[in-house]
């Protein structure tokens, strides 16, 4: 589904990511794991297609074509979904207003007319229940004064409702009390299929042990220097990053 | 002969018609002789550097328009907030329309400034109050000299006003171009609630030049929300020269939503003469094409223990152009005053203009004021979690100026007036939203 051959980005002048080599088949949940400053997050905003970074080399290809010219709204209608480590907020336009626009701006792209009213109420209250959403909450304006868990579950709550065949989570985990990361997870888990695919980015192999990975990477330095099982993420957990850095010595 | 010389000469005559012992007689000389010294504002003068009147005082409008232009109610009914029930004074080219109007003297009065001026019952508010506010600038005392109709609106203390009062001004193009000079007197007692809605409206494609004063008194703890809707023709033109005097304890907010119009100037000046007053001063303004509008704010903090809230923001499209010139004094008396005063402006194009210009007179020593003005394009963040959704450059940049401008309308008091705003300010901005659910 998507493989990243030798990925170089910077932002401004200074090189963040190194050449990068990921695949990621249908049904795969890999875990991108490493210390802050590795460059996780450019990646995820670099495969989504975030302007801000310059691709120097390499590609991106997802489902057999290059993306990595594309403009992010395009490589959304393709099927990347990106769950923001810190969603915006946009005040005036309330959670509902913002998943009918983007899901209708989607069907758009795809030649489709907008979805009935009803479908779409049906479907909002379906993927709201699964994610334990109260109704009034869809009614807020888009992350205006969320928690930061509620700010979580609705990135999850649009994933939901977009059905992407690539879900990047970038740091999903970080603000989530123990009961809300389960509710995540378990969302995330119904969500899974062996048509889609899911990135986790995460610092800690907690969120592993909720939505288990097939694969686990370790990005350092913008490069992935180690790739391996879950067992992977509780060495990780448990030793650190020095002995891998050790290691590479 | 110019617009200056043509309204000299006419006040000779609308002069003559009045009763001689008309209480605003020495008034009115005195208004005329302001206006003949310093003439219509020129951009030498530092108030309006940055708004020219010049191409508006080419045209040869007509001063006093005779007849009561019929206009059904169905060709206007779109004009009002027809959704729900409200108190209505109507004018048609200058002309009281009874037809359209829906007015009370039961407990308060929603009447006409000509009956409030004639009548001896009203001669003890209009001694207290009329022009008493207002300032004596040249464009105002031209008003004054002139003005004979308009909005008069007392409420009584106490009393809170069971639904809105809409004050609208239509002008029907009969005229090939009309000059139209407005006079409300607006005088609310104390601990009385009102809300007013003030709207210029016309209905072809002639020129309007429109210049009106609104006088607000504000008493003792009274309650006064006062919405301005100004989306005019392209033909139109509005002078809007607004004071309001606040008593102590009083509150009073006034929205201006101007996303019409050709030429606009709003003067809104506040004064703040008792203590722990409260006012808030926002606005929304979205323009295109070579439209112009200019907001020149003045709060003048008199008394200590207020507090004044400003918040204006502006999309400027095409090469249409902005100004917002904000003035806050504080005097030397009004200690423990707080005063808080944002601009924040988004140019979408290359073209489009926009001049702020916060002013801060302090002579008190223990004040908090602030300001800030901002004007830039989008956040790049926002910008890209919304297109990471799907949503395409062009309709995400939409969403977020709707989201911009729709800020300002938390603090509107009818919801109905809100959601026709907030309807309003999706279509001039081109998003389409469901407001259903």
Redesign the interface.
């Known amino acids: 589904m998507l493989n990243i051959n030798n990925l170089h980005a910077k932002v401004e002048d200074k090189d963040i990511l190194k050449g990068i080599n990921l695949n990621i088949n249908a049904g795969e949940v890999h875990a991108i794991m490493g210390p802050n400053g590795s460059g996780k997050s450019t990646l995820a905003?670099v495969i989504?297609?975030?302007?801000?970074f310059e691709l120097t080399q390499g590609e991106i290809i997802f489902e057999g074509s290059d993306i990595s010219e594309l403009?992010?709204?395009e490589?959304?209608?393709k099927g990347v979904?990106?769950s923001?480590q810190y969603?915006?907020e946009?005040?005036?336009?309330?959670v509902?207003?913002?998943i009918?626009?983007?899901i209708n701006?989607?069907r758009k792209?795809q030649g489709q007319k907008d979805m009935p009213?009803s479908e779409m109420?049906k479907m909002i209250k379906e993927k709201a229940d699964l994610l334990e959403i109260d109704r009034k909450f869809l009614?807020r304006s888009l992350n205006v004064g969320f928690s930061g868990g509620e700010k979580k579950r609705n990135e999850i709550f649009?994933m939901a409702m977009?059905e992407p065949k690539l879900a990047i989570l970038d740091e999903t985990d970080s603000g989530l009390d123990i009961d809300a990361l389960k509710i995540v997870a378990n969302g995330v888990n119904k969500l899974k299929s062996s048509d889609n695919a899911v990135i986790l980015i995460t610092h800690y192999q907690r969120l592993l042990d909720y939505i288990v990975p097939d694969f686990v990477h370790v990005l350092m330095d913008g490069k992935i220097v180690k790739s391996g099982t879950k067992e992977l993420a509780y060495e990780l957990e448990e030793k650190g990053y020095d002995w891998i850095k050790e290691e590479l010595v | 002969m110019n617009l200056k010389d043509k309204l000299l000469s006419s006040y000779i005559a609308f002069e003559d018609h009045l009763e001689d012992d008309s209480p605003l007689h020495d008034l009115r000389s005195e208004a005329i002789k302001t206006f003949e010294v310093n003439g219509f504002p020129t951009k030498k003068e530092e108030a309006w550097k940055y708004t020219s009147l010049k191409s508006l005082l080419k045209n040869d409008y007509s001063l006093f328009p005779k007849l009561d232009h019929a206009v059904e109610f169905k060709d206007v009914k779109k004009y009002f907030l027809h959704d729900i029930d409200t108190y209505k004074i109507v004018f048609v080219d200058g002309v009281y329309s009874s037809f359209l109007s829906e007015t009370t003297h039961d407990k308060l009065d929603v009447c006409l400034m000509s009956s409030a001026l004639s009548k001896s019952k009203y001669k003890p508010v209009i001694e207290a109050y009329f022009n008493k506010v207002a300032k004596e600038d040249s464009l105002t005392s031209l008003n004054t000299a002139f003005a004979k109709e308009g909005a008069y609106i007392n409420i009584p203390k106490h009393q809170e006003v069971d639904k809105p009062i809409e004050i609208i001004y239509f002008s029907t193009g009969n005229e090939a171009a009309l000059l139209l000079q407005p006079r409300n007197l607006i005088v609310v007692g104390e601990n009385a609630h009102v809300q007013i809605i003030e709207r210029h409206q016309c209905l072809s494609d002639n020129a309007v030049l429109t210049n009106a004063v609104t006088e607000v008194f504000t008493e003792k703890r009274a309650v006064v929300d006062y919405y301005k809707i100004q989306n005019d023709c392209r033909t139109a033109s509005l002078i809007d020269n607004t004071f309001i005097s606040q008593e102590r304890e009083s509150n009073c907010s006034v929205h201006t939503f101007s996303f019409g119009g050709n030429i606009t100037r709003n003067n809104l000046n506040f004064y703040q003469k008792g203590e722990h007053c409260d006012s808030t001063l926002k606005g929304i303004t979205i323009l295109e094409d070579k439209q112009h509008v200019d907001h020149n704010t003045l709060v003048h903090h008199i008394a200590p223990n207020c507090e004044s809230h400003q918040n204006y923001k502006g999309i400027f499209d095409d090469a249409s152009t902005g100004v917002f010139n904000g003035k806050i004094i504080v005097s030397k008396e009004a200690q423990k005053t707080n005063a808080f005063q944002q601009n924040n402006n988004i140019l979408i194009s290359d073209k489009a203009t926009i001049n702020a210009k916060p002013q801060l007179e302090i002579f008190a020593d223990d004040v908090k004021c602030s300001h800030g003005c901002t004007i830039g394009q989008f956040?790049?963040?926002?910008l890209?979690?919304?297109?990471?959704?799907?949503?395409?450059?062009k309709?995400?940049q939409a969403?977020?100026m709707?989201?911009f401008?729709?800020?300002v309308?938390e603090s509107v008091k009818i919801p109905e007036l809100k959601a026709r705003i907030n309807k309003l300010i999706a279509t001039k901005i081109g998003?389409?939203?469901?407001f259903?659910?």
């Open positions: 905003s989504s297609g975030k302007d801000e403009d992010p709204e490589r959304a209608h979904f990106l923001f969603p915006v946009i005040p005036g336009v309330s509902t207003n913002f009918k626009t983007a701006e989607n792209a009213a109420l009614s649009q977009l | 956040d790049e963040d926002a890209f979690y919304l297109r990471s959704r799907g949503i395409a450059k309709e995400a969403l977020l709707y989201a401008a729709n800020t309308l998003v389409n939203l469901g259903d659910i």
